[in-house]
């Protein structure tokens, strides 16, 4: 009986053995597309092993397309241009393409495989981003859910940014999270400091990256990101300004600030902050202390959710209603705006509605 | 079983037809069936990898699994050849026709998991074919599935414009539509019987 028992086993280990070495056989030469070229911009070639997305081919020659979902083809963020050797558009690209996308050869760098040479066209902006090792500095408590995280770069490398980009941590498997995963967060420090960076993370219940950074992350960790991306950064001009954030949004406009005091302007800012309640408020000396040293400078902060205990004497409800004290002249204003969806949509509405500010001098940073 | 494959073939098609008389593969019937051009895509990938693996499986129950009198294990082992072999297909597919590979190749994932293709494998076995027959069984089966998906997917189309009260939106129109069907293909059972 044992005897059976164990020949069926070895019968049944046999044929799922030799499927298995069937299918590892194929997979070494079927899928193996040799040495192909990835073409950039008309100008730079790289050698890549065939038969893995473009993504991750072209993150092994450490150029970095922003991707907040890791692969997946759920974001949208690694969009390219391919202009030749990418194969038709997938039916996993679609529902993440526009019309104009479409007939303008946008693809979606992690679904697209490299299997023969192939000519791309990306932002020169993004031969800039690199993939830091870091290791946590310094951790400190903002509020009851924010925290602020230094980054110390390691190897002596430095990062070059312009204040309000963002860079991507990639968080480490935790307790029973086996996957990496990769999320986006704003700088918080001013781009003179080249060899840290602080970034300002507010605590998300089940978020996975948010967790790992509130519950598990210490001083002395080692955390790899990549960076710099994005467009959303201060302009060099002379017009007023008006930023406008709420929760973690402070981020960016802190770097945006801070980089200002550095460089020292006479521009006319504003800066409304909305919060829930008393609690939720941050760094408050810090914007005081800004008022005194800009020429004119004003720190609003407006809460939603003030209750009566807490004795609030400062404004409450929505920030719009007092944007009318800070803009004179609309058509010499910049907003900046750092925030959740809703609140960017209905701010920038108001600031075009209400205000008559230009919507191509409104610029934005939403957390998706 | 003394049925000639001819025969076989048409019965798997119009009288026995594996998804509107045995309601197996309605997973993918339901969730592929938006698009007639889709759909077909998925019906002949379904012919293609029941043809194959009808056969392929027939050798292996009659050449290793009844000698080493593991017959019991059918089940897993069917599985894991129809696994491996949609796996091996896919690479093949990926390499050498692209075109093909992304009308089709895409779909193949779907059809690992389609009961289609394990009922099928396990009906031949039951039912005592021989190696033609079951190969005809198996294409048979095949187009009999893809006449199923590519009717629904037509009346679907058309539904698109017809008012369908909010709870029978999606599968619970898609299920009594195949209902009606399968009462229509009951009709043809007459004329000739396998199961």
Known sequence: MLLRIIQDIALMSGIGILLALIMV????????YGEVAININGKRDLTVTGGSSLLSSLGEKQIFLPSACGGRGTCGACKCKVLEGGGPILPTERPLLTKSEMADNVRLACQVKVKNDIQIQIPEDIFNIRRFHSQIEEIVDYTYDIKGITFKLLDG???????GQYVQIETQPYAKIKEKVMRAYSISSKPEIKDRIQLIIRYVPEGICTTWVHKYLKVGDKVY????????YLRDTNADILFVAGGSGKAPIKSMLEHLKEVGTTRKMTYFFGARSTKDLYLTEEMRALEEHFADFKYVPVLSNANAEENWQGKTGYVMPYFKEAIHDP???EAYLCGSPGMIAGVKKSLINDYGVAEEKIYYDSFG | MDISAFVL??????TSNILLTNFLGMCSYLSVSREIESAFGLGIAVIFVLT????LNWVVYHYLLVPFGIVYLQYIVFIIVIAAFVQFLELVIERYTPALYYSLGIFLPLITVNCAILGVSLFMIIRNYNFIQSVAYGVGSGIGWLLAILMLAGLRRKLKEKLVPIGLQGAGISLIITGIMALAFVGFSGIVQIQ
């Open chain 1, 157 to 163: 490398e430095t990062i070059d940014f312009k204040a």
């Open chain 1, 25 to 32: 056989i194929a997979q070494r030469w079927l899928s193996n």
């Open chain 1, 331 to 333: 058509q010499n204003t």
């Open chain 2, 9 to 14: 073939f048409w019965a798997a098609i119009f």
């Open chain 2, 52 to 55: 194959v693996t009808s056969a």
């Open chain 1, 225 to 232: 990101f990549t960076g710099p991306y994005g467009d959303f």
